[in-house]
C-alpha cells in the first residue's frame, strides 16, 4: 500500500504542526511550505524523528499570486499524485489599525483571503488532472456574521468560504473532496495576549483531531469543536436590529 502524500501550506502552525505529527507517524510523505525557512527544518527534522516517509520543504510568499501558482506546479512535479492539501496560513489583523490605516486593511484581506483562493485556484487544476484526493482549508467562525470587532478578518475569511462552497461542487464531478474548517478559539500564538473566555478555549490537537476524522469522513464542513455549530446559529439568529446594539 502506497504511503499518502501530503502538502501543507502554512506548515509552522500550531494547528497544522499538530496534524503533521500524525500524519508523520503513520509514515506518510510531507511537503512542508511556509515563509521562514529555518522553522521549516525544524519541523521537518521533528517529523522525520516520528517517522516521516520522507519530508521536503518550500519556502513561498502567500502575497505573490505568481509564486503561489510555481509552487503549487513544483509540488506536483516533485510529490504527485497528492493525496491531501492543507491550506493553513494566515494572520489575525487588528481591527482597530485596519479602520485607520488603509494599507493594513488590504494587506490583510489579500493574505487572509485573496491568496488562499488564487492558491486553491492552482491546486484545482491539478487535482481535478488526477480525479482523486482531497482539499482542507483553514476559514473561521468569524466569517458566519460580520461582528465590528473583527469584521476584516471575518470579511476575508467568508470570501475563502464561499469561493470553496463553489470549488467543492465543481471538483465533485472529479472525485475530489473539499472541506472548509472553522475552527473558534484555539490556543495559539496567533492567539496569544487576546482576552478569550478559557471555557471556550480549545487547543490545537483537539482541532487536528477533529480535522483528521472530518477528512476521513469527507465531510464538507467542520466546526471544531463541536458547540461553535450551535454558538453560531444563536448568533445568526439574532435579529439585525438587536444584534446592532450587541458587543460582539
Known amino acids: 500500500m502506497s504511503r499518502p502524500r501530503i502538502v501543507i501550506f502554512g506548515a509552522t502552525s500550531a494547528i497544522t504542526q499538530a496534524l503533521a505529527r500524525h500524519y508523520a507517524e503513520s ?3 510531507l511537503t512542508l511550505l511556509g515563509r ?4 521549516l527544518q525544524e519541523v521537518a527534522a521533528d517529523l522525520r ?5 520522507d519530508t521536503t520543504i518550500l519556502r513561498f510568499d502567500a502575497d505573490d499570486p505568481q509564486q503561489l501558482t510555481a509552487v503549487v506546479d ?12 492543507i491550506i493553513g496560513y494566515g494572520t489575525l489583523p487588528d481591527q482597530a489599525a485596519c479602520e485607520r490605516e488603509p494599507d493594513q486593511a488590504a494587506q490583510a484581506l489579500a493574505t487572509n483571503g485573496v491568496s488562499v483562493i ?13 480525479d482523486h484526493g482531497s482539499i482542507a482549508v483553514f476559514s473561521s467562525v468569524a466569517r458566519d456574521r460580520g461582528r465590528p470587532s473583527n469584521a476584516v478578518y471575518g470579511a476575508a475569511k467568508g470570501a ?16 475530489v473532496h473539499v472541506l472548509t474548517i472553522k475552527p473558534g478559539f484555539v490556543d495559539t500564538p496567533m492567539t496569544q495576549g487576546l482576552a478569550l473566555p478559557r471555557v ?14 472530518a477528512i476521513q469522513r469527507r465531510r464538507s464542513t467542520l466546526y471544531t469543536p463541536w458547540f461553535w455549530r450551535w454558538i453560531l446559529l444563536i448568533i445568526r439568529s ?8 450587541l458587543s460582539l
Open 118 to 130: 488564487v492558491l486553491l485556484l492552482a491546486l484545482a487544476r491539478h487535482f481535478e488532472g488526477q
Open 27 to 29: 509514515g506518510a510523505a
Open 36 to 39: 521562514n525557512e529555518e522553522r
Open 74 to 85: 513544483r509540488c506536483w512535479r516533485e510529490s504527485a499524485p497528492v493525496d491531501l492539501a
Open 200 to 213: 471556550l478555549l480549545t487547543t490545537p490537537e483537539r482541532v487536528a483531531a477533529d480535522l483528521r476524522k
Open 238 to 245: 439574532i435579529p439585525e436590529p438587536l444584534f446592532k446594539r
Open 160 to 175: 475563502v468560504s464561499i469561493f470553496l462552497s463553489g470549488l467543492r461542487a465543481r471538483l465533485h464531478k472529479s472525485g
Open 49 to 53: 524523528a516520528r517517522g516521516a516517509a
